[in-house]
């Protein structure tokens, strides 16, 4: 497995600005490129002990994935027993204390969902609860909007097809204040979304949903969800080491958690202080001990939790965009795709994410295997060792799809899918879909540019970089209304945007046509038939640092003190501040941000520099050529941004490989939605790849 570059840290502008609010989100699986393909993998190996603990050895022996991890926790189970249990590296570099799969305790972030399911259905077991149930029953007194008329059900909270409109953490939520103590009704009451699709009608990944489950076993069952959890999972299972509550035993053998560079992050809590969704402590050797009862019938040598109907219902999947690309269960969740083959539905998954942990619990019911990983450091080795295990034990999972006989669609007839598609949770993740005039279309995404999408079934594509699968969703109109991609969020729907009102002054010839158009259609200009862009008008500081937060999905700081003594009363305030604490603007002597003052192209290009230096080695950006005038001190910003190709074609090269960037112009509205358009869209790890490869 060849690594393909080395950059310092994740890039791309949407994760590099979000970073301070994504870091701290529970992402379904957190946004990485695909894993490469393996080689073409020998004869499945038996599924024993020896082979076992073979595999893992090399597995993690290897320096590519040494590299992704601190300390890492291993379980293996099959036919109710366990066939391998390993710890690799360490709980806390320091002391170079060794991860023990029997006593290290992880969080183990939305995993954590898949026991609060279990909860679920146990109370639907007993009558407590109904599937088709409006959740409203149990949790009375919400105060939010649902315009469609058909209730949220519990169905729809375990499948994630709410139609909420997003919750998901805030920075907030992850802290150091172990006295605080927030109840979990509070928070939800606190934070309750409207309905904005009709239930049941799209997939997105709901971590609100899942809190809002915890919140029904706590009003369904009579007790606290802790305590539900720990007398009716965990006591029954003997999983004595696991717990939605830190305490004195637990904190005592909890690893140390992780940066990508190894840095050791602070310990922190959670709000609510009893997460449902993202909350649980857990060891290798406890998951090891749910999985062998689940993959029994719910029942095991420890105890029993669930019936084998129960079991059954958990492991089909509800929903799929293709039967190629099954979506979830009640509890888990599709496997990350094999390139050709689609995500299997034989095997039901749950992944995790949170501050410094990674996680990935799947099991393939049929085989009576599971397996559970989780490691001190937020990365993708998951996904390699998913399909390292895979190829070497059940080959047959990752066997290219067959498909009938099919009649590609014409050119013509492939027009219906192109257009922009925004994730229904990340709102500033973004892809753009082109026919090829060839019979194919052409898709491209911030994270790995363009490339074709060859049709091969019904509403199916294959993309030809990777092999994997992307799929529409159709309405009843033969309209496209969604799409599922493998990369950006494999966990949920892209939604496609309707074609933008024109501007009365910017017509389809104008030279940032193509950018102001798609800013608009992705909601950052206003849609009013007729209306002028005013593509000359000048570009103020605050409306620049206002613009680039909210590309960012970033809705402003929620500090109450501002740093700028004349942001009082302004309307970029908050994103001035926002920016000040995100390192893209700083302080000066008098305490003034000028945010009236129009700002020039080099100002602008510092700004953005201040995020891109932090990842991207100054020597690839130094022999870039400028003419015209730039100021010394913006030269190093304006070389970067001018080689990472982020401008319009204002930019002007007088002579082969010299660049006038019009450093000391002010910048104005067309100017400004180029550089915008290319934050969103330009794959800028990949050209830096590049880069760093010719060097």
């Known amino acids: 497995m060849k690594r393909l570059f080395s950059i310092r840290k994740p890039s791309l502008w949407t994760k590099t600005i979000v970073a301070a609010a994504l870091s701290v989100s529970l992402l379904a699986p957190a946004v990485y490129a695909a894993p490469v393909e393996p080689s073409a993998a020998p004869a499945p190996k038996a599924l024993n002990a020896e082979n076992a603990t073979t595999f893992l050895n090399d597995f993690f022996a290897t320096e590519q994935i040494k590299s992704q991890y601190v300390g890492a926790s291993v379980v293996i189970v099959k036919d109710g027993k366990t066939v391998a249990q390993r710890g690799y590296g360490f709980a806390d570099l320091e002391t170079k204390k060794p991860i023990d799969p029997a006593s290290s305790v992880f969080r183990i972030a939305s995993v954590s969902k898949t026991f609060t399911a279990a909860a679920v259905m146990q109370l639907v077991e007993q009558g407590k609860i109904s599937l088709q149930d409006d959740f409203t029953k149990y949790v009375k007194d919400l105060k939010f909007d649902n315009p469609f008329g058909k209730p949220v059900t519990i169905e729809h909270l375990l499948t994630h097809t709410t139609g909420f409109e997003i919750r998901d953490p805030q920075p907030e939520d992850i802290h150091s204040d172990f006295e605080k103590v927030v109840e979990i009704e509070d928070y939800v009451r606190g934070h309750m979304p409207s309905v904005v699709r009709e239930p049941g009608s799209a997939y997105m990944y709901d971590n609100f949903a899942s809190m809002l489950l915890g919140l029904i076993v706590q009003k369904a069952s009579g007790l606290p969800f802790n305590d539900y959890m720990e007398q009716n999972i965990f006591k029954p ?104 083959a689609g995500s299997s539905s034989s095997v039901i998954a749950k992944f995790g994410d949170i501050v410094g942990t990674s996680s990935l619990m799947f099991l393939i019911p049929e085989q009576k295997t599971g397996v559970f990983i989780t490691y001190n450091k937020i990365g993708p080795l998951r996904d390699f060792f998913y399909q390292a295990f895979i190829h070497s034990f059940f080959p047959a999972y990752a ?5 009938d006989a099919f009649t590609p669609s014409t050119s013509d007839s492939l027009n219906k899918f192109t257009g922009i598609y925004t994730d229904l949770r990340l709102a500033q993740l973004n892809t753009s879909i082109e026919a090829d005039g060839k019979g194919s279309l052409m898709i491209s995404d911030a994270f790995l540019g363009p490339r074709v999408l060859k049709q091969v079934d019904k509403n199916l594509f294959v993309d030809s970089l990777t092999g994997k699968f992307t799929a529409f969703a159709i309405g009843s109109g033969d309209e496209v209304l969604y799409f599922k991609e493998p990369y950006l969020n494999p966990l949920g729907y892209g939604m496609k945007h309707k074609a933008p009102t024109l501007f009365a002054d910017i ?121 015209g005038e730039t100021d010394k001190w913006a030269l190093p910003a304006v070389k970067m941004i001018v080689k990472l190709g982020i401008y319009g074609p204002e930019v002007q090269e007088p002579e082969k490989g010299v660049f006038n960037y019009a450093s000391k112009k002010v910048l104005n509205r067309q100017e400004e939605a180029a550089i915008l358009y290319s934050l969103l869209t330009r794959p800028l790890d990949v050209i830096v790849s590049g880069f760093m490869q010719q060097k």
């Open 507 to 627: 017509a389809k010839d104008h030279p940032y046509e193509k950018a102001i158009y798609t800013l608009k259609t992705l909601g950052h200009y206003s849609d009013i038939e007729d209306e002028k862009f005013n593509a000359e008008q000048s570009v103020t500081r605050g409306q620049f640092v206002k613009h680039l937060m909210e590309i960012s999905g970033l809705k402003g700081s929620s500090t109450e003190e501002l740093v700028f003594t004349d942001l009082e009363g302004h309307s970029a305030a908050t994103f001035v501040q926002q920016a000040y604490e995100l390192g893209l603007v700083k302080g000066t002597t008098t305490n003034l941000f000028e945010p009236d003052r129009n700002i020039t192209r080099q100002e602008a290009a510092v700004m953005m520099w201040r995020v891109f230096s932090q990842q991207y080695p100054a020597e690839l950006f130094e022999s870039v050529k400028l003419s």
């Open 237 to 340: 299972l003997k999983m004595d080491s696991s717990r939605f509550l830190l305490d004195k035993k637990l904190k005592e053998n909890l690893v140390s958690e992780y940066d990508a560079a190894n840095g050791k992050h602070e310990l922190y809590a959670v709000t609510p202080t009893v997460m449902p969704q993202g909350g649980m402590f857990s060891t290798a050797e406890d998951i090891s001990k749910f999985m062998i009862a689940f993959l029994n019938g719910g029942s095991s040598e420890s105890g029993s939790i669930l019936k084998q109907a129960t079991v059954d219902q958990m492991e089909t999947y509800r929903s799929s965009i293709h039967s190629l690309l099954p979506n979830t269960t009640y509890g888990f969740e599709a496997p990350i795709q094999l390139p050709g």
């Open 399 to 403: 066997e290219p799809a067959k498909f």
